[in-house]
C-alpha cells in the first residue's frame, strides 16, 4: 500500500515546475523525486523519506512521526525524515514542503 502511496505522489509532483521522477535503475537516488537535479523525497526501505531543515526533522521526531533517515551507514542524517508508515501525516504535504525547501 505505501508504494502505491508513492507512485500517487510521484504522479501528483512530476507536474510541479523543475520537478523530475524517480529513473529506472539501482543504488542511491533511484526511487527520489528531484526538484532542479536535486533530491527532496524518495521512497526506501517502505517508508517515505524526505529532506527538511533540521529544526522541523527534530521537531518530527520529537513528536514520533518518524526517525532520522540512515543511508545504512549507521549514522542518522541530521536533514532527513524517514516517516512511520502508520504516522498520520499527509505525504503530499511533507514532500511539498520538502520541494520547497530544496528547492530555494
Do not use: Y
Not at 69 to 83: L, Q, R, T, V, Y
Amino acid at each position: 500500500m505505501t508504494a502505491e502511496r508513492f507512485e500517487d505522489l510521484v504522479d501528483e509532483l512530476q507536474q510541479c515546475p523543475g520537478v523530475t521522477p524517480p529513473r529506472i535503475g539501482r543504488g542511491f537516488g533511484s526511487h527520489a523525486l528531484k526538484v532542479h537535479g536535486r533530491i527532496f523525497a524518495m521512497f526506501v526501505r517502505g517508508r517515505l523519506v524526505v529532506k527538511l531543515p533540521r529544526s522541523r526533522v527534530d521537531e518530527l521526531v520529537e513528536d514520533g512521526h518518524g526517525v532520522r533517515f540512515d543511508a545504512n551507514k549507521g549514522i542518522p542524517m541530521k536533514e532527513w525524515f524517514s516517516m512511520d508508515p502508520e504516522a498520520p501525516l499527509e505525504w503530499s504535504t511533507l514532500a511539498r514542503e520538502a520541494m520547497a525547501f530544496v528547492g530555494k
